[in-house]
């Protein structure tokens, strides 16, 4: 730039992608348009797919620890044999992975959610009436099939749908509708365990309430758009074209994001790619861009479960009677609290995942998990309660332990479901999504779903193990893995904020994806004009932040 030449009062910026951020300001969108509002609806039928599986945490949770289900089936709240119940429900999830994937490649984005909701109602429909624990378990695995397939649809509709502008925020919140499906069957159970303590009521009732969301998923796929980039990877460019510019630049093909992202899907989507081979899940490890990728999709997925955060989600009561806390309906009542606060934690996290980034959140919670997990280990070591005496005090109907010791556990349990769900909620759908380019998107997903089984697996059959055998010293597990975890996010995590899904190909194409992800562009920006002058490029480490100044 010549010395003569001025930039203008406060255009200065720092970005991640020249021609994002040249796009985004040429194309004045606005947040509030009755076309945007109208994006959001479709996008949130997609986040009822994580509902859905959010209800069930919350309800075997509440419901391993009502008397009236522990005596229909003989079962206790730990062991192997809880396990096994919890676990079935996975091993349905890995078993529909194999197939997610290429139907939600070969149907379309809407038809995989379609089909997930329906097979999840069947299994409802088996589970909530269930005579015996064969009955029980069928349902709970045919649950976990058809799970697989809305979870691997669900996100990529999403993802694929939003605006890019705002896809952080709308992909993040994705997976924060975890808790709209968690929080209303916490106060569910509740509710029917106060009013029928006794009956079979107080957990069937809630369990036929699960197939409420697949209900309003599967109504509504039939009036949802198809997903442009699978529209075009199908070569009906046409349709696709219109989806983006009716939802994406106001009706205006000329708008410059529905240009831009058109004209990088077109670039980008091939229709002789994997995606239209059903057996072919070569791509994923073909080359060393693809292995990088698949490494970020399997090591998102352990890390979204081996947190600590399943052990609470899922035998929540169990720790809180390890800590003192044995009344059943005092149990539910903190269950369906630590649910309203995750879900507030999570909303709060997706406006953030933009603003702060991937990397910073994901390594910074890391790191806290493993200070939340000492303390937890510290005072359950001091304060915790055999089982022989939790066992007589549930029966007793009577409190026992140390009340401080106890509402200390219980606060830092709190506080480490809280910064779960800030910082890492809602990258679990967010970050594998835009890690996978959209050849691999169908197939990834159902690849992450199966790792996540797989961790979900040792979760639901472990955990209660564990936690029955061993109590308190189970935790020092938890410590060891977040540790590991945080080392593994710094290294190796990409930052994939502030670029289109297709952008994000030269980051992984790149040497290092990790630091070319890291470099920013200073450039001029001039409002409508876009960006009229690049300024250079520089590396910048996780602690800088886009920047603006009033000139050069």
Wanted: with cysteine.
């Amino acid at each position: 730039m010549g010395e003569t030449e001025k930039v203008p009062v406060g255009t200065v910026k720092v970005v991640d992608n020249v021609a994002f951020a040249d796009a985004v300001s040429k194309s004045k969108t606005s947040p509030w348009t009755k076309r945007m509002i109208q994006l959001y609806f479709i996008c949130l039928i997609g986040t009822l797919n994580s509902c859905i599986n959010g209800y069930d945490g919350s309800l075997m949770s509440a419901i391993n620890a009502m008397v009236p289900y522990q005596e229909k089936f003989d079962m206790i709240p730990t062991g192997s044999h809880t396990g096994f119940v919890f676990a079935i429900y996975t091993i349905g999830n890995l078993a529909g992975s194999f197939v997610a994937g290429p139907l939600t490649d070969t149907w379309g984005r809407r038809w995989g959610m379609f089909l997930g909701a329906l097979i999840i109602i069947l299994g409802t429909c088996i589970q909530a009436p269930a005579q015996n624990l064969a009955m029980f378990k069928g349902g709970r695995f045919v649950l976990g099939f058809g799970v697989a397939l809305s979870a691997t649809a669900g996100p990529s509709y999403v993802a694929e749908m939003a605006h890019p502008k705002y896809r952080g925020i709308i992909t993040g919140m994705y997976n924060s509708f975890w808790f709209m499906g968690s929080i209303p069957a916490a106060w569910v159970t509740y509710g029917t365990n106060k009013a029928y303590p006794d009956s079979d009521l107080s957990w069937r009732i809630p369990i036929w309430l699960q197939m409420s969301f697949s209900g309003v998923i599967a109504v509504s796929s039939f009036f949802l758009p198809e997903s442009p980039r699978w529209l075009i990877a199908n070569d009906r460019h046409e349709e696709a074209l219109n989806v983006i510019t009716k939802y994406h630049g106001e009706g205006d093909r000329n708008n410059s994001i529905v240009e831009l992202s058109y004209r990088e899907m077109v670039d980008v989507i091939t229709t002789e790619g994997s995606d239209k081979r059903w057996w072919d899940y070569g791509d994923l490890v073909k080359t060393r861009a693809s292995r990088w990728r698949l490494t970020m999709v399997v090591a998102m997925s352990f890390f979204g479960q081996w947190s600590g955060n399943a052990a609470i989600s899922y035998f929540m009561p169990v720790m809180l009677a390890q800590a003192g806390i044995t009344n059943p309906d005092t149990q539910l009542m903190l269950n369906g609290v630590i649910a309203v606060m995750s879900f507030v934690g999570a909303v709060i996290g997706s406006t953030l995942v933009d603003k702060v980034g991937r990397r910073k959140m994901l390594f910074g919670s890391s790191c806290l998990f493993v200070v939340w997990f000492v303390f937890v280990t510290a005072l359950s070591a001091t304060y915790s309660i055999p089982a022989d005496e939790i066992e007589a005090a549930q029966k007793e109907g009577r409190t026992i332990g140390n009340k401080h010791g106890s509402n200390a556990t219980i606060a830092f349990i709190y506080i480490f479901g809280f910064t779960f769900s800030i910082a890492f909620t809602p990258f679990q759908a967010l970050y594998p999504v835009e890690c996978l380019n959209f050849e691999t998107r169908a197939k990834g997903m159902a690849a992450y779903q199966f790792f996540v089984g797989i961790a979900s697996f040792f979760n639901q059959y472990v955990t209660p193990i564990g936690l029955g055998d061993v109590q308190w010293k189970f935790y020092f597990l938890y410590i060891c893995w977040d540790t590991f975890q945080a080392i593994f996010i710094y290294f190796f995590f990409v930052e994939t904020k502030d670029r289109t899904l297709e952008e994000l190909n030269e980051i992984f194409e790149a040497p290092n994806p990790k630091k070319a992800s890291l470099m920013k562009t200073k450039v001029a920006i001039v409002g409508e004009k876009g960006v009229t002058q690049v300024l250079g490029k520089n590396s910048l480490g996780d602690s800088d932040e886009h920047r603006e100044s009033d000139g050069v």
